[in-house]
């Protein structure tokens, strides 16, 4: 068998005679193709040698004990970026000082494959870099109902190694993107992590690690499965040797429209269980600069640590990744430290909430702003300190943008991305050069319908509007001009809005939005079909709730039929709604009862004497109880009923037949989302349900579509 160095030679002369050779200085440039045993090259290369390769697929690609040298690595790189090769296989064994730039690592899901599957592996080595390329996964058959497919495997692995940098790759589709295990000297920096099933870096038993301006974003979670998703974990558990001198800085960490996640998420099993004690604590944690945006109580969650800082992240919530579970708490993201935790600095952050602090001596939390989203007319709203938090798009973190002129601009607090966008560096998320600042202002009585503005922003910004023109694109093919505008979106969905701003110089800058208009409907009974449909989502959806088509028979006890709190989110916090059903029942005055029971919020009775009793409470308001005179509906004749609210009114009007039966005085939002549904009937046992039939039910939220009566 040849040696490495006679095999080299006779590649070298091979090459020479092609024409395919180069030499520059004492670097010399290999070209291979698709074929070309490209594992004995780099064997036979030498330090700072280039192996330039051409398209193509590479097949799996297993190197051990071979590379370059401190500051002359061998580097393996696509000739053509726009034409990559490709591999479905990596293992680096035992390897030093090699750069991989600008290559596709490609995994295919094959039957029997496991969710583990590492097919892309770094182990043992030293001084290893991947740049510029793609990790792409697959999607394997899950064992959920429906047996749906899920993104599978592990996308890169690295095991016992040091000095090893991950740096402006696309992670993508894996079960886990990165796991990290036994290394000195990790730095993962400008990477694209996204579309994961369950969590998007691991790490455990490491020492120097830099994670510093990537995008971790939209996983593709299996919300009925028992994952444990995170987008950045740390843990000891079976470990010999604790975390330490970790640096997780300038990332953003959004869940944008896909499910809730936790953020970042340091537990420390193995001195919680009582295994260990402060031997195992975690040693010196800096976590600063970061913008998370997210659905979980584990937002920043450290276990027991020795030397810890969070400073200067913005830690908010995402409400359209909220979970299933009715649990506020649960889904609003906030910072939590072990209580036995030494050496603790928590300070500049903007967030929800900390937990953990009890006047440890040797703790410092100062200058922290507390935040919430849940309450418009309370103080520190998102509304009145970003540009569009609540309807705009949550994968755009423009739409948390500090709003200039509010409370957190130039305060300090908070994730210097959300603040001075010119800054950002991260992939996929080029904010410099933004222009005017869109401050956008969801109509509370309308959710189709926005109003845009520049001048709140422009002059607390040095921004001269004089003799400016402003022009609109509102992404559905309306256009208009000015400094504020508004526009009513026929359609849901997700828009960009355009503006083109030319100043009174003829300088010209631009900006955009993006808003997520809605569609009045929140449910609807259709009796032809025999279905109740939530139009939650952005997609409607026929909830799981069995039903008969014609009409629906009510009564026969408690409720009958309950649409879950979560099918309703759109009414929670609405200041304006319509309900509007159908009627009748054949049973006289044994017949009345509840037909529509919202607890603490609304109930709607059929009382013995034909009256339409109504009993509705807001967020702030007393409870307010009003009646109608007799209606025709104990005869057994059809009757078609209406429940309008305007907080803008400040009234509550029931309408029969189209016409105004009972009005009376109210005012607020409606309460946030709680424990309850809407039951059709009454939900508990202490009130008799409506004997009868309901032909129709839509509820509404916003003016749109309701009816004002006569």
Do not use: C
Not at 461 to 467: K, N, Q
Not at 612 to 631: G, M, N, Y
């Amino acid at each position: 068998m040849l040696s490495a160095g006679r095999k080299f030679i006779g590649t070298l002369a091979l090459l020479f005679g092609l024409g395919l050779l180069t030499v520059a200085s004492a670097q010399t440039t290999v070209r291979l193709a698709p074929g070309d045993n490209l594992a004995e090259a780099i064997t036979a290369a030498r330090p700072g040698d280039v192996l330039e390769l051409r398209g193509g697929d590479y097949g799996a690609l297993t190197v051990r004990r071979a590379g370059g040298e401190p500051g002359l690595p061998v580097t393996v790189r696509s000739a053509d970026p726009a034409n990559p090769a490709r591999f479905s296989e990596l293992t680096l064994h035992e390897m030093t000082y090699l750069v991989l730039d600008g290559l596709v690592f490609d995994y295919r899901y094959s039957a029997g494959d496991k969710h583990n599957i590492r097919p892309f592996r770094l182990l043992s080595s030293r001084g290893l870099t991947i740049r510029n390329s793609l990790f792409d996964g697959d999607s394997a058959p899950d064992d959920s109902p429906g047996n749906a497919a899920y993104p599978t495997g592990f996308g890169i692995g690295v095991r016992s190694s040091a000095d090893i940098r991950l740096e402006g790759n696309d992670i993508r589709d894996f079960y886990r993107g990165l796991v990290v295990h036994d290394t000195v000297g990790m730095a993962v920096v400008r990477n694209d992590i996204h579309s994961m099933r369950m969590d998007g870096m691991n790490f455990s038993q490491v020492e120097q690690v830099l994670i510093e301006e990537n995008l971790v974003r939209d996983f593709t979670r299996a919300l009925d499965s028992d994952d444990h998703a995170d987008m950045i974990q740390f843990w000891t558990t079976k470990t010999e040797r604790p975390n330490r001198d970790i640096t997780i800085r300038n990332n953003v960490l959004n869940s944008g429209l896909g499910g809730y996640t936790q953020s970042i998420f340091m537990r420390n099993e193995e001195v919680d269980t009582g295994r260990a004690g402060a031997e195992m604590y975690y040693r010196n944690i800096t976590i600063e600069g970061n913008v998370i945006i997210n659905a979980h109580m584990h937002g920043i969650t450290v276990g027991e640590t020795d030397g810890l800082i969070i400073r200067n992240n913005s830690v908010l919530h995402n409400a359209r990744s909220d979970g299933r579970r009715q649990n506020v708490s649960l889904w609003t993201p906030q910072v939590r430290v072990a209580g036995t935790s030494r050496n603790v600095r928590i300070e500049n952050n903007v967030l929800h909430k900390i937990s953990g602090h009890e006047r440890q001596s040797d703790w410092t939390v100062r200058n922290n702003a507390e935040v919430q989203d849940r309450f418009a007319n309370q103080p520190n709203h998102y509304n009145a300190l970003f540009m569009a938090p609540i309807n705009g798009d949550p994968r755009d973190i423009g739409s948390f943008r500090h709003l200039p002129g509010g409370a957190l601009a130039g305060s300090g607090l908070g994730a210097a991305l959300l603040d001075n966008a010119s800054t950002a560096v991260l992939p996929e998320l080029d904010l410099s050069g933004l222009g005017p600042a869109v401050r956008t202002l969801p109509d509370p009585d309308r959710p189709n319908r926005f109003t845009f503005d520049i001048a709140e922003g422009s002059a607390k910004t040095g921004l001269d509007l004089t003799g400016t023109r402003a022009v609109w694109d509102f992404g559905d093919g309306s256009h208009a001009e000015g400094i504020t505008v508004s526009h009513t979106f026929d359609k849901p969905g997700l828009f960009n809005v355009a503006l083109t701003l030319t100043l009174a110089d003829g300088q010209v800058q631009t900006s955009s939005a993006r808003v997520t208009p809605r569609r009045p409907e929140v449910i609807e009974y259709d009796p032809r079909a025999g279905t109740i449909t939530s139009f939650v989502e952005e997609n409607p959806s026929v909830l799981d709730i069995p039903v008969q088509a014609g009409s629906l028979k009510l009564g026969g006890g408690n409720a009958l039929i309950t649409v879950p709190r979560e099918s309703l989110t759109p009414f929670f916090g609405a200041r304006s709604f319509s309900l509007q059903t159908r009627l009748r029942t054949d049973g006289g005055y044994k017949a009345a009862g509840v037909v529509l029971h919202l607890h603490k919020t609304l109930i709607v009775t059929i009382s013995g004497r034909g009256t339409v009793d109504v009993e509705f409470t807001t967020e702030t308001a007393r409870l307010l109880k009003v009646s109608t005179p007799p209606i025709p509906i104990l005869t057994g004749d059809w009757v078609d009923l209406t429940i309008d609210y305007s907080d803008a009114d400040q009234m509550l009007r029931v309408l029969v037949d189209g016409k105004v039966a009972a009005q009376g005085r109210s005012s607020g939002q409606i309460r946030p989302l709680e424990y309850w549904g809407l039951s059709l009937g009454f939900a508990f046992e202490n009130r008799n349900s409506f004997q009868g039939e309901m032909a129709h039910l839509v509820l509404k939220v916003g003016k749109d579509g309701t009816s004002t009566g006569n």
